[in-house]
């Protein structure tokens, strides 16, 4: 069973740049056989996906956010990495990194982590 | 606003059983496998039902998933006071290029 933990800044600013660190363990993100993602949670609300990426870079984001987001790989540091842009409240959630091991479920996922935006 | 519609909420007696339901259409459910999370008050969602109807090691056979056409359905037995939670289904929608995941539902143990 792989673990991840999910770290960054716990508040950020309207209009900033909101970036987090997946890092995993148990296992390699170098792996063919995971993708790694990223949900999100806002506060009393439910689950929304914001993207995959696999470990060669290929990458798949949600339509409502892709003109924000950016997931990258850091296979040096088994890191895995969220740019969320342009952030306004509504950005507010918890967000959680999790794995695709199988077809598409997301098999573990890691403790999240609350990011408000306020100035 | 999700594309896949669960029931806000559903409850029953401890030692009862409890159906969740999740519809949705041919570009989700109806054509990919349907996920089931569980996510206990203040914690990370955990996944309980994977490819319509797998349980993941660990999980008891309490827990069951079933999919049929354009819905999916959990269903709980033997209900214990640890199972209140929210559950949310989950399917990759080929329309969207997208993830989705239902609008969840909370089960109450009375």
């Known amino acids: 069973q792989l673990q991840l933990q999910e770290s960054g800044p716990g508040l950020v600013k309207p209009s900033e740049t909101l970036s987090l660190t997946c890092t995993v363990s148990g296992g390699s993100i170098s792996s063919t056989s995971y993708y790694w993602g990223w949900i999100r949670q806002p506060p009393g609300k439910g689950l929304e996906w914001i993207g995959h990426?696999?470990?060669?870079?290929?990458?798949y984001y949600n339509p409502s956010l892709k003109s924000r987001v950016t997931i990258s790989v850091d296979t040096s540091k088994n890191q895995f990495s969220l740019k969320l842009s342009s952030v306004t409240a509504a950005d507010t959630a918890v967000y959680y990194c999790?794995?695709?091991?199988?077809?598409?479920?997301?098999?573990?996922w890691g403790q999240g982590t609350l990011v408000t935006v306020s100035s | 606003q999700s594309v896949l519609t669960q029931p806000p909420s559903v409850s029953a007696a401890p030692g009862q059983k409890v159906t969740i339901s999740c519809s949705g259409s041919s570009s989700n459910i109806g054509n990919n496998y349907v996920s089931w999370y569980q996510q206990l008050p203040g914690t990370a969602p955990k996944l309980l039902i994977y490819e319509n109807n797998k349980r993941p090691s660990g999980i008891p056979d309490r827990f069951s998933g079933s999919k049929s056409g354009t819905s999916a359905t959990l269903g709980i037995t033997g209900l214990q006071t640890g199972d209140e939670a929210d559950y949310y289904c989950g399917t990759w929608d080929g329309s969207l290029s997208a993830y989705v995941f239902g609008t969840g539902t909370k089960v109450t143990v009375l």
């Open positions: 990426i696999y470990y060669s870079g290929n990458t």
């Open positions: 999790a794995v695709v091991a199988g077809t598409t479920e997301f098999d573990d």
